[in-house]
Each structure stands twice: as C-alpha cells, then as structure tokens.
C-alpha cells in the first residue's frame, strides 16, 4: 500500500507537517520523513486555464514544472494524506493552486483519470477553537475530493495558531495519529 503526505503549509515543522508525520506514523509508514511532498519547497504556478490537459490525446496537466511530480505521486498512491493550514478562511495559496490544478486528473468527457478506491485524509489546520468555524471550508475541499473520486475524510486540528501548538495538544496528535490508521483499515 503506497501513502504520501502533501503539505500546503510554508512551514516546515509546523503544525499542519507535524499532523501530518503523526498520521504516517498511525498508517504505519516505516520512513514518514521521505513520504511528505512539501508545495511550499516546489517550483509550480497555478492553473493557468489553457485547457491542455482536456485536450483530445492529453494524459493531464502540460504546464511543466515541479507539480508534475506531485501528479505521478497521486496516481501512484492508495492513500493521500494532505494538509493546510487556514489563511484567511481557506486552505494556503499552496494548497489552493495545487488543488486548482488536479483540475488535470478529468479528462476532456470531465471523467475521473485516477483509479477509483483511493483515500484521501484532508488535515486543517486552524487558529479558530470551534472544530465547526471553518464549516464552508472543510465542505469545500470535501467537494473537490470526492468529485475526483476519493472516499475522503476531513480531520480539523482547532487552536493550532502558534508555530508547534500542536506539540502540545496530546489529543490532536492522537486525533492524526488515528485517522492515518482509519485509512489503511
């Protein structure tokens, strides 16, 4: 079973990327470290519209930059764990322009291109208290996640403003600890 990791946080070792690492840790993966694809630390523009990847012939996305890498990763995985802090009410620009992106993984007839059965553990995190302050969001990305087929699954990690708060919330890192076992059951 292949599990990767996406962060969509700008930092590294932060709250969303250490939610993250615990849910590798839950799924079992031996070396959690190696299977995170940090945005952040990749070269990529957002969708830039051209309608290549729905093009007659097209196998996805022709930008071609270091997101065609996250690309084979997707397609290649069972279980696709990603995570983003909240900016503003939504996912990081990061986030937001890779998820713009998987616009490529439909096909011009708009039929899904990866192989139905895969997971996907959507992590927030958020400043806000309230597991429910961020509602419009959290079914925003459920959208975008099952409309590419995923059985998904949203996980909010609430008061997690501060660089490493998460360290210190035993309950949150059970909490992502357990939903990387949830996805491999």
Not at 52 to 63: D, F
Not at 93 to 112: E, H, I, N, V
Request: hydrophobic fraction near 35%.
């Amino acid at each position: 079973m292949k599990i990767i990791a996406i962060s969509g946080s700008p930092r590294r070792g932060g709250n969303t990327e250490t939610a993250l690492l615990e849910a590798l840790e839950g799924a079992g993966v031996e070396a959690p470290e190696t299977a995170i694809i940090r945005l952040n630390e990749l070269t990529f523009r957002g969708c830039q519209g051209c309608y290549g990847c729905r093009a007659p012939g097209s196998s996805g996305c022709v930008v071609p930059d270091e997101l065609q890498g996250v690309y084979r990763a997707v397609a290649e995985a069972d279980i696709v764990l990603l995570g983003s802090p909240v900016y503003y009410g939504y996912v990081s620009g990061q986030m937001k322009s890779c998820l713009d992106r998987w616009y490529a993984f439909k096909d011009g007839r708009r039929q899904p291109r990866l192989a139905p059965g895969k997971k996907a553990v959507f992590f927030l995190a958020q400043g806000a208290p309230g597991e429910d302050h961020y509602l419009w969001t959290t079914s925003s990305i459920q959208r975008v996640l099952t409309g590419y087929g995923f059985d998904s699954r949203m996980v909010v990690l609430p008061n997690c403003e501060e660089m490493g708060a998460i360290r210190h919330r035993p309950g949150l890192l059970e909490k992502a600890r357990e939903a990387g076992r949830q996805a491999v059951a």
